[in-house]
């Protein structure tokens, strides 16, 4: 059974602080993408990373940034969090033959505070 | 532009009864057409795609593509409480990174019994 597994469901924590979300994917996928979901505005991307190393910019990436150093784990780092990232974020892999699947983690239900 | 409308609802209706969710698009470089299912507190789930322009049917599900008006639809037949989630619709260019991966809002279902 494939898996995207993500660090933490809920988190919270305050204006300023860095905060780092985790994801980790078991079907060696070379693509993987951190989305946020808020109401009313669906899933918007923010980054996305297509080898290890590698990293490109989705629609939305100011003020977060990434990390791939293994091709398993995605890493998302929120380098001074403020309110307005307060949302729901999605990791998500995809292998390259069925590129209209994408495979999501659970979700991490951030609060900024 | 890179965008996917559709009604975020809420939509109650009975068991049973015959389901139509709906999304438009903008983008004509569109090729893969997506929908995922989200129940509460999980990520989304590939439920059906479509290449291209026509229909495709999966058991009570029928998912149908008309690229010349860019409208995309999911029917569901004989509803189950168990349909109740949120549907996103998703649409993608035949780009190898997942970069134009766009998603609709969602709309959400609820099927009374």
């Known amino acids: 059974d494939v898996k995207v597994t993500q660090s933490s469901r809920y988190l919270v924590k305050r204006t300023g602080e860095k905060v780092f979300l985790e994801c980790v994917q078991d079907?060696?996928?070379?693509?993987m993408f951190w989305y946020r979901q808020d109401p009313g505005l669906g899933l918007r991307l923010i980054y996305f990373?297509?080898?290890?190393?590698?990293?490109e910019k989705g629609d939305i990436p100011e003020g977060y940034s990434v990390s791939r150093e293994k091709k398993e784990r995605f890493s998302l780092i929120l380098e001074s969090a403020s309110t307005n990232q307060t949302s729901m974020y999605l990791c998500?892999?995809?292998?390259?033959?069925?590129?209209?699947?994408?495979?999501f983690g659970p979700g991490t239900r951030l609060t900024v505070t | 532009q890179k965008e996917v409308e559709q009604d975020p609802g809420p939509l109650s209706v009975p068991e049973g009864a015959i389901v139509s969710l709906n999304c438009t698009y903008s983008n004509s470089a569109f090729q893969y057409f997506m929908w995922y299912r989200q129940y509460s507190r999980k990520g989304p789930e590939l439920l059906m795609y479509?290449?291209?322009?026509g229909n495709k049917e999966d058991g009570r599900f029928t998912a149908q593509v008309d690229k010349s008006s860019k409208y995309i639809s999911l029917f569901i037949r004989d509803s189950q409480p168990s349909d109740s989630a949120t549907y996103l619709c998703a649409a993608q260019t035949e780009d190898n990174y997942g970069q134009n991966f766009v998603f609709g809002p969602g709309t959400r279902l609820s099927v009374l019994p």
């Open positions: 079907m060696d996928h070379e693509n």
């Open positions: 998500a892999s995809r292998g390259q033959r069925k590129i209209y699947e994408q495979y």
């Open positions: 479509t290449y291209s322009s």
């Open positions: 990373s297509y080898d290890v190393k590698m990293k």
